[in-house]
Nanobody, 123 residues
Framework: VQLQAFGGGLVQPGGYLRLSCAASGRAFSNNGMGWFRQAPGKEREFVGGIAWSGSTTYYSNSVKGRFTISRDNAKNTVYLQMNSLKPEDTAVYYC?????????????????WGQGTLVTVSS
């Protein structure tokens, strides 16, 4: 079972990126999915999550209104659309599959993790 996050890179402030998280080895259509990030010298933090059906999404206050999470269960893929990026969004972004049908803000609610993809917001 593998989650692979990709799509990171260098972007200027105010720009946008779209991260993808592709799952292989098993389907996660019944699982909530989450995105976390970890900036240098800081703890990993919850960015947002999406319920198994895609009908409900959750966001941290720091990204609400700028980031959008979606999923395509047929493709076993989750997306994180990041707009109006700020330098403080610079971090390694991780996707994770929750044990339950809805995501959680706590990392211990997830039992599968991707390897992370680096997002750097800088001019």
């Amino acid at each position: 079972v593998q989650l692979q996050a990709f799509g990171g890179g260098l972007v200027q402030p105010g720009g946008y990126l779209r991260l993808s998280c592709a799952a292989s080895g098993r389907a996660f259509s019944n699982n909530g999915m989450g995105w976390f990030r970890q900036a240098p010298g800081k703890e990993r933090e919850f960015v947002g999550g999406i319920a198994w059906s895609g009908s409900t999404t959750y966001y941290s206050n720091s990204v609400k209104g700028r980031f959008t999470i979606s999923r395509d269960n047929a493709k076993n893929t989750v997306y994180l659309q990041m707009n109006s990026l700020k330098p403080e969004d610079t971090a390694v972004y991780y996707c994770a599959a929750a044990r339950k049908a809805v995501p959680s803000t706590g990392a211990d609610a997830y039992n599968y993790w991707g390897q992370g993809t680096l997002v750097t917001v800088s001019s």
